[in-house]
């Protein structure tokens, strides 16, 4: 079983940047595909942007696409979101999650075994 926990977030002026982190535990975790999904108030859970660890393949969603990137330091066991050119839209609870490797990409909730406890992103105008 893998554990995740998450931390790196905060308030931010839009335009500005954060960097979240996903620590990663657990005996098979570089078996697995870490993500990141947000939740906004009264809103779904959306996939934001995935990593296989075995190989550091990555797969974006078009919101985030050219201002967030993920990232794994191997040494450390983290997964990173470096958030840059953040709008208001980008508010929201961000949630580590792993999932099975195959199929990649997976953008979807319902693949997801295992998540973190979340960690809250607030852009201000």
């Known amino acids: 079983q893998v554990q995740l926990v998450e931390s790196g977030g905060g308030l931010v002026q839009a335009g500005g940047s954060l960097r979240l982190s996903c620590v990663v535990s657990g005996r098979t975790f570089s078996s697995y595909a870490l993500s990141w999904f947000r939740q906004a108030p009264g809103k779904e859970r959306e996939f934001v942007a995935t990593?296989?660890?075995?190989?550091?393949?990555?797969y974006y969603s078009d919101s985030v696409k050219g201002r967030f990137t993920i990232h794994r330091d191997n040494a450390e066991s983290v997964v990173f979101l470096q958030m840059n050119s953040l709008n208001v839209e980008d508010t929201a609870v961000y949630y580590c999650?792993?999932?099975?490797?195959?199929?990649?990409?997976?953008?979807?909730?319902?693949?997801?075994?295992?998540w973190g406890q979340g960690t809250q992103v607030t852009v201000n105008s």
């Open positions: 999650g792993a999932s099975p490797p195959r199929p990649f990409p997976s953008t979807l909730v319902t693949n997801v075994v295992t």
């Open positions: 990593i296989k660890w075995s190989n550091g393949w990555t």
